[in-house]
């Protein structure tokens, strides 16, 4: 089993439309989770983050954390055709190295 | 701020061929880590230091890789007698220390021929 699944997709939506996308992983230690946007043949950019459970907002994103179910989700208000990259989610401990989801390729056709 | 820096962008090898990849961190992050990333897949971790002191190691990091952080800023990343399968976008990423929130460069595509 790996550490962190994703569907690599690809999902393509309508303009407008809301996104939702999911990890699920396995080791119970991490504590930080973290959605990352990257571009062809661009580095990651990060998105946002949250430590341990809970919900986070920044405008159009929210990121949810459920701990017991091992669980994360990244959702994405009116979504634009800039939204289009591949997602990928991202877990760690403490200070060891992030594990990456294999990314979600998203298209929003305008 | 400029955010994390690397150097070359794109490196075009002939095969046996050693290739030396640069990275410069966000400046108060003393945490600097190395990933590769291949089409297709996220990327996967390769190394990290913590200042000049490298922690951990990578079963992928083969006895071709060696990584150094000299001063506790920079890091290189060489890669000696390239094989066609080290052709992959090479990443770098640094965290401020207790976080362990990692800030990526653009990265460093590596075509061996």
């Known amino acids: 089993q790996k550490e962190v699944e994703q569907d690599p997709g690809p999902l393509s939506v309508p303009e407008g439309a809301i996104v939702s996308l999911n990890c699920t992983y396995s080791n119970s230690a991490f504590q930080y989770f973290m959605w990352y946007r990257q571009y062809s043949r661009k580095g990651p950019e990060l998105l946002m983050y949250t430590y341990s459970s809970g919900n986070k907002e920044d405008g159009r994103f929210t990121a949810q954390v459920d701990k017991s179910s091992k669980y994360i989700s990244l959702f994405i208000r009116d979504s634009q055709p800039s939204d289009s990259a591949t997602y990928l989610c991202?877990?760690?401990?403490?200070?060891?190295?992030?594990?990456f989801g294999i990314g979600t390729k998203l298209q929003v056709i305008p | 701020d400029t955010g994390v820096s690397q150097n070359p962008r794109h490196k075009i090898t002939k095969r046996g061929q050693n290739v030396t990849f640069r990275c410069d961190p966000i400046s108060e992050h003393n945490r600097l880590y190395w990933y590769r990333q291949t089409l297709g897949q996220g990327p996967e971790f390769l190394t990290y230091?913590?200042?000049?002191?490298?922690?951990?190691k990578s079963r992928l990091l083969s006895d071709r890789f060696s990584a150094e952080r000299p001063k506790g800023s920079f890091s290189t990343l060489e890669i000696q007698r390239t094989e066609q399968g080290d052709s992959a976008m090479y990443l770098c990423a640094s965290s401020p220390s207790p976080q362990n929130i990692q800030y990526f460069g653009a990265g460093t595509r590596l075509s061996v021929l």
């Open positions: 230091f913590q200042n000049e002191a490298q922690l951990e």
């Open positions: 991202a877990i760690s401990g403490g200070y060891q190295k992030v594990t």
